[in-house]
């Protein structure tokens, strides 16, 4: 039996944010699957991702120049935003609305705080380089993965574990 096959309904999808399938019907069948997968006009479930979009676009433009805050800070590259918005789109809907930032070097990071001693981040960079942290009671991870397809598995259940635990 598959791991896909046991795994509980409430677990993460990963699943590609795209495709290599080139016909019309590919197409039409990748338009209706995203269009079902996340109800952009539902004003309970599209709304998430449209406030994250609207506060990572807010942050890019606010560091579109070096030194945006007066002190040295690298501006954020075009191919850091679009990795960004790359990485918002496969986030599952379900994932509460993470906190969004530039970093001093030019990157998005992304952080969800649940709580004491509960906290995930990802730092998005210019090259797609995920660079991740997680705080979970006792437990740390961190480390690095590339953007592909699909979330990087490790990344995957770091925000299910996030998502699981309640605001404190």
Not at 14 to 35: G, M, Y
Not at 46 to 68: F, H, S
Not at 101 to 119: A, K, Y
Request: charge should be negative; charged fraction near 20%.
């Amino acid at each position: 039996m598959s791991i896909a096959a046991t795994a509980p309904v409430t677990t993460f999808a990963v699943v590609p944010w795209v495709d290599r399938a080139l016909s019309d019907d590919a197409d039409v069948v990748r338009k209706l699957t995203i269009s079902a997968a996340e109800f952009p006009r539902s004003v309970v479930l599209g709304e998430p991702k449209r406030v994250v979009q609207e506060a990572l676009d807010a942050a890019c433009v606010a560091a579109q120049r070096d030194d945006w805050d007066g002190m040295g800070s690298a501006r954020v590259e075009p191919s850091t935003y679009a990795y960004a918005s790359q990485f918002l789109q496969i986030l599952p809907a379900s994932l509460p609305i993470p906190d969004i930032s530039v970093d001093t070097d030019g990157e998005i990071l992304f952080e969800w705080d649940r709580g004491q001693r509960h906290i995930f981040s990802i730092s998005v960079g210019r090259d797609g380089t995920l660079t991740f942290a997680g705080l979970y009671g006792h437990t740390k991870i961190h480390g690095t993965e590339h953007l592909r397809e699909a979330l990087p598995l490790v990344i995957a259940h770091s925000l299910q574990r996030i998502a699981n635990q309640p605001t404190v």
